[in-house]
């Protein structure tokens, strides 16, 4: 089967080891995302998306989300949620997302009734407008 190559985007980490299988070429030990959906603080810390599905699988109350990077200070995050949102929901949600994010960045939450997804069809759920 042939390889073929491009450019995917994507940030991962080299295993220190081969493959178990024998055919000593470079494999990874996992998978990080793809450079838009990786959010860059000011400070350079790097998020990758996945740390924003372990916040918001634990949040039942939330049926979608997207987190837009602006800025390297700001985010913002769209939530589809059927019912309004209790307050210590809300507060909760805000504390996780800032320890992730760290004091600096600033939050701002918008609700909408549906977030709409890319032309390719994926709904993409991390995304950065700030090139590193």
């Known amino acids: 089967m042939p390889l073929i190559r491009y450019d995917l985007g994507d940030y991962a ?4 080891a ?5 055919r000593g070429l470079p494999s990874l030990a996992r998978i990080l ?9 000011g400070e350079g810390k790097r998020i990758p998306s996945v740390r924003f599905y372990t916040i918001f699988e634990t949040h039942t109350a939330i049926r979608q989300f997207q987190v837009e990077q602006t800025a390297p200070d700001a985010v913002q995050v769209r939530l589809v949620v059927p019912r309004p949102l209790a307050p210590a929901e809300f507060d909760r949600l805000r504390v996780e997302l800032t320890r ?8 701002e939450f918008a609700f909408v009734d549906v977030i ?13 407008l700030v090139r590193s």
């Open 116 to 128: 709409s997804p890319e032309p390719s069809g994926k709904l993409r759920n991390v995304i950065s």
């Open 100 to 107: 992730f994010l760290g004091e600096r960045v600033r939050l």
């Open 13 to 16: 980490v080299p295993a220190a």
């Open 18 to 22: 081969p493959c178990a299988c024998g």
């Open 33 to 41: 995302g793809r450079t838009n959906d990786l959010i860059i603080t």
